[in-house]
């Protein structure tokens, strides 16, 4: 007792040391307590060294275990005062021991794993389409923020004298700085309650709502009420698999590869592919996450980047993302049912549309030591049409249009409606990702133009059309373009960016020198008009070209009319600054 009770306060000090602990031992054996029978002064001896063994394996015991080596071993510079006879406190250490013995198998029981993340094992920051940021500025439990500025210089080489320019859902005005972007916002959880919210101001504000025809079926001022939003919904998370998400409201399409937000693309002006295809959804989506490698996400939306439904079929579709290497990444998006004509402004032309967008993205160079230190490319493919459709209109040239479309081939009473289209990029990086050349391109053919950008003509917009550039059902439509991007990213949260790019159509689509507005602009087109927006007076069109904006016919100012200046081709410069919080 002696031994496992000491009273001096020097030899605690040295409890370390090996030699005075045997010492200490030594002259406790030789000098036995009379009172304590042998056969209890010899299970005494072996609790003590049972004692000892217990303190070396407590002293390697993580934090947190339910028995603490100084329960066990009294300090010695306040010994305990007891009256127990040595008998008990045997039985005392005794159960102390087996306490310690069920603390230690409690404590090395293995818990049940959490699943990962969704692609949490690797860093997606290399793809195109995704924010590059690997960290975030400021984070707590209940809400993330993210802020958005993008500022650019756009200047196009046919210097059209209005600064306006049509066939894109990125650059709109030349020789002008404008803020494209600007947003405010974030993600909030909590208890598995999620929700975001982005707002949108900037040209993105008046020129994403101008591109959907929904708020021309019925009545309330959609557009008004969405139109400085990109992103507004809240849902709920549940614990299977790897994730289960429920969201309602507006969020992002992933069609088309390239973010709406141009901080996380590789190229400012993306192909028409991802240009003339949605930027937003509005509806209901499921995320499923079966592994960590696999997300599969049902859409039911309202329509085709529409806030409203416009024809009586809502749009049906959905997503499958599939990342099984960190250098390997595919994507396949696909889209139907959803009537997604205006039409003569009724929304019951019965025309419905399919859709499938696929992607792969591939990481095939990563060497973070070298100056040219990693090289990506993606590769995306677009198919679609529209088909049904019934009656009959009169354009505003005269001709009778069959409302009747097909995905197949023209025939007598039906026109071929159809989308196709591809785009590559390849991605070099250096300098442990400072600088960044992006080199890429694509093309599109669409007969009867329903997804081709209607030019903001007059001020047209996909409510109105314009009888400048048709949209009837079988109107040709065939365009490619290139561009080449340079980056220059000092920190992760900016981007600086250079970009030459050069777009050209089968038809007159482009703004040319002339422009796109009549010099007095006290005509605009009017909003709906079933004739397809409206012409300025004194303006014909006579029989002309088939390769032309309005096939078949040639625009002809009159005394005091006005005719767009369209051209085939547009090459252009764009510079940007890109922030992201």
């Not at 001096?8 to 370390?16: L, R, T, V």
């Not at 007969?447 to 949209?471: E, K, Q, V």
Request: charged share 20%.
């Amino acid at each position: 007792m002696a031994a496992l009770l000491p009273t001096s306060p020097d030899s605690a000090a040295h409890e370390g040391s090996a030699n005075a602990t045997t010492a200490k031992a030594e002259a406790t054996s030789a000098a036995p307590d009379p009172e304590i029978s042998p056969a209890v002064a010899k299970e005494l001896g072996a609790m003590r060294a049972e004692i000892e063994a217990l303190k070396a394996e407590l002293k390697r015991t993580v934090e947190g275990s339910a028995v603490n080596a100084t329960t066990l071993i009294p300090s010695p510079t306040t010994p305990p005062k007891s009256t127990a006879t040595p008998e008990t406190k045997v039985a005392e250490l005794s159960a102390a021991s087996v306490s310690t013995g069920t603390a230690q198998a409690q404590t090395a029981a293995p818990e049940k794993p959490k699943p990962a993340d969704p692609f949490a094992y690797a860093d997606w920051t290399w793809l195109n389409g995704t924010a590059r940021n690997k960290d975030v500025v400021w984070d707590s439990p209940f809400f993330t923020p993210e802020i958005r500025f993008d500022t650019h210089f756009v200047t196009s080489f046919n210097h059209p004298r209005d600064d306006s320019m049509g066939g894109s859902s990125e650059i709109f005005r030349s020789n002008e700085i404008q803020v494209e972007q600007i947003s405010f916002g974030g993600d909030f959880h909590w208890q598995n309650v999620r929700g975001r919210v982005l707002t949108m101001n900037g040209m993105f504000g008046v020129t994403t709502p101008r591109n959907d025809a929904s708020p021309g079926r019925g009545q309330w001022d959609l557009r008004g009420a969405y139109k400085y939003v990109s992103e507004a919904y809240g849902g709920y998370h549940w614990d299977v698999n790897h994730g289960l998400n429920l969201d309602a409201g507006i969020f992002v399409s992933y069609i088309g590869l390239f973010s709406y937000y141009n901080f996380d693309n590789w190229a400012y002006q993306p192909s028409y592919v991802s240009s003339n295809t949605p930027w937003f959804f509005n509806g209901v989506r499921i995320q499923w996450f079966p592994t960590d490698k696999l997300k599969i996400e049902p859409w039911i939306i309202n329509g085709w980047q529409s806030y409203g439904r416009i024809g009586s079929k809502p749009g049906l579709g959905g997503q499958i993302l599939y990342r099984p290497k960190p250098w390997l990444s595919l994507v396949f998006n696909n889209y139907g049912m959803g009537e997604d004509d205006l039409g003569n402004g009724d929304g019951h032309f019965g025309r419905s549309r399919i859709h499938t967008d696929d992607s792969i993205e591939v990481k095939y160079y990563d060497r973070p030591e070298k100056y040219l230190d990693k090289m990506a490319f993606s590769v995306t493919a677009d198919l679609g049409c529209e088909y049904g459709g019934s009656g009959s209109f009169v354009s505003a040239q005269g001709r009778v249009i069959n409302n009747n479309v097909n995905c197949h081939h023209n025939t007598a009473t039906s026109s071929k409606q159809t989308f196709a289209g591809w785009m590559a990029y390849n991605r070099w990086w250096f300098k442990k990702d400072l600088y960044g050349i992006t080199f890429g391109g694509g093309t599109m053919s669409n007969p009867g133009r329903y997804l081709t950008l209607l030019p903001p003509i007059n001020g047209a917009d996909a409510i109105t059309g314009s009888p400048y550039f048709t949209a009837n059902p079988g109107d040709p439509f065939k365009a490619w373009d290139t561009s080449l991007t340079f980056d220059y990213m000092p920190r992760q949260y900016i981007t600086f960016r250079a970009e030459y790019g050069y777009r050209h159509a089968n038809v007159g689509y482009w703004s040319g020198r002339g422009g796109i507005t009549p010099s007095d602009n006290t005509t605009p087109s009017t909003i709906p008009n079933p004739a397809a927006g409206s012409v300025v007076g004194s303006t014909t069109f006579a029989p002309g070209p088939f390769l032309s904006p309005t096939p078949g016919f040639t625009c002809v100012a009159g005394s005091g009319g006005w005719c767009p200046d369209l051209r085939k081709d547009e090459p252009s410069m764009r510079y940007a600054i890109m922030v992201k919080f």
